[in-house]
C-alpha cells in the first residue's frame, strides 16, 4: 500500500514539526468555513443572491430539520448542531481532492466529536431536569430500577463510541479503496468509487447531526 | 509465519461475513421502503429518509468489521512480540 502524498503533509516534513495529518487539514477546514461565513455575510440584502442564496437554503434547511426533530425546545442548540454538520461535510468533501486528507479519516477528531455529543447530552438533561434526570436511567418498574440503571448506562456509553466508529470506518474506509484503485488503474476506474464517496460524505454528515439532535431531544424529553 | 497467515484468513473471512450480514439487513430495510413508496407515492420524501438513517444504522455494523479487519491487518499489538519470537 503506497502511502499518498499530502501536501501539509510534506510542508510538515519541511518544517519538522510533529502535529499531524489531522490536526493541518482540520486547520484547512477551518480556514475553508469561515472564508465562507465571510463571503456569505459580506454585504447582506433583503433579497438574496448569490453565494449568500446558497448558505441561506443550508441554514434554512438544518433550522427546519431541528425543528422536526428536536421541537420548539430545540432552536438553542441550532449553532453547536450546525457547526457540527458543516464541519463534517466539508471535512468529508475534502477527501475527494487529490493531495488532502479528510480529518474525520483520524480516529481522534472523530473521538472528540463524538465527546462534544456526549457531554452535551449529559450537561442538557441535568440543566433541563435538575436531578429528575436520573429518572430517565430508571426506567418505568420501580423494583427493576438497579438493573435498568446498568443497562441504560451501557446504552449510553456505547452512543460515542458508535458514532466515532460510523464515520472513521466511512471516511477511512474510502480513503484505503481510493488508494488501492489508484494504485490498481489509475486511469477512469477509481471514478465511481469518487462519486460514491460524495454520497457517503452527504449520508455520514446527516446521520452524525440527526443523532446527535435524537440523543439532545432524548436528554430534553420527560422521562416516566 | 503461521500468526501472519491467520491474520489474513481472519480479516478476509470477517470482512465477508459481516458484508454478508449487512447485505441481508440492508435489502429488507430497502424492500420495506419501497413497497412504502409504492403504497403512497406522496409520502416518498419521508420514507426515504427514515430508509437513509436506517441504512445507515445497518452499514455501520459492517464498519465496525472493517474497522476490527484493519486493526488485526496493520496495527496488529501482537505483531511485534510475534517477530521478536520468531528472530530467536
Avoid at chain 1, 147 to 158: D, T
Avoid at chain 2, 3 to 25: S, V
Avoid at chain 2, 36 to 45: D, H, T
Avoid at chain 2, 73 to 84: G, K, T, Y
Amino acid at each position: 500500500m503506497v502511502h499518498p502524498f499530502l501536501y501539509l503533509e510534506w510542508a510538515e516534513q519541511q518544517l519538522n514539526t510533529h502535529l499531524g495529518t489531522h490536526v493541518t487539514y482540520t486547520w484547512v477546514v477551518m480556514l475553508i468555513l469561515i472564508a465562507a461565513g465571510f463571503a456569505a455575510s459580506r454585504s447582506i440584502k433583503m433579497v438574496p443572491a448569490g453565494f449568500q442564496n446558497f448558505m441561506e437554503v443550508v441554514v434554512g434547511g438544518v433550522e427546519s430539520l431541528i425543528d422536526e426533530t428536536m421541537g420548539p425546545k430545540g432552536k438553542k442548540y441550532f449553532p453547536l448542531i450546525a457547526t457540527l454538520a458543516l464541519f463534517i461535510l466539508v471535512s468529508n468533501l475534502i477527501a475527494l481532492i487529490p493531495g488532502f486528507f479528510p480529518p474525520t479519516a483520524n480516529l481522534n477528531t472523530n473521538a472528540a466529536l463524538a465527546l462534544i455529543v456526549f457531554s452535551m447530552t449529559h450537561i442538557i438533561g441535568f440543566k433541563e431536569h435538575g436531578l429528575h434526570y436520573f429518572n430517565h436511567f430508571t426506567g418505568p418498574i420501580l423494583a427493576l430500577a438497579p438493573l435498568m440503571f446498568i443497562i441504560e448506562v451501557i446504552g449510553h456509553l456505547a452512543r460515542p463510541v458508535s458514532l466515532t466508529l460510523r464515520l472513521f470506518g466511512n471516511m477511512y474506509g474510502h480513503e484505503i479503496v481510493l488508494l488501492i484503485f489508484f494504485g490498481l488503474v489509475p486511469f477512469l476506474a477509481p471514478l465511481p468509487m469518487m462519486f460514491m464517496g460524495v454520497l457517503v460524505a452527504f449520508i455520514q454528515t446527516f446521520v452524525f447531526s440527526l443523532l446527535a439532535m435524537i440523543y439532545i431531544a432524548g436528554a430534553l424529553e420527560e422521562a416516566h | 509465519m503461521e500468526f501472519f497467515t491467520w491474520c489474513m484468513i481472519a480479516a478476509g473471512f470477517g470482512m465477508a461475513i459481516g458484508a454478508f450480514g449487512t447485505g441481508l439487513g440492508q435489502g429488507i430495510a430497502i424492500k420495506s421502503a419501497v413497497e412504502g413508496v409504492a403504497r403512497n407515492p406522496a409520502a416518498s420524501g419521508k420514507i426515504l429518509t427514515t430508509m437513509m438513517i436506517g441504512l445507515a444504522m445497518i452499514e455501520s455494523l459492517a464498519i465496525y468489521v472493517f474497522v476490527v479487519a484493519m486493526i488485526i491487518l496493520f496495527a496488529n499489538p501482537f505483531s511485534a512480540q510475534v517477530i521478536e519470537l520468531l528472530s530467536k
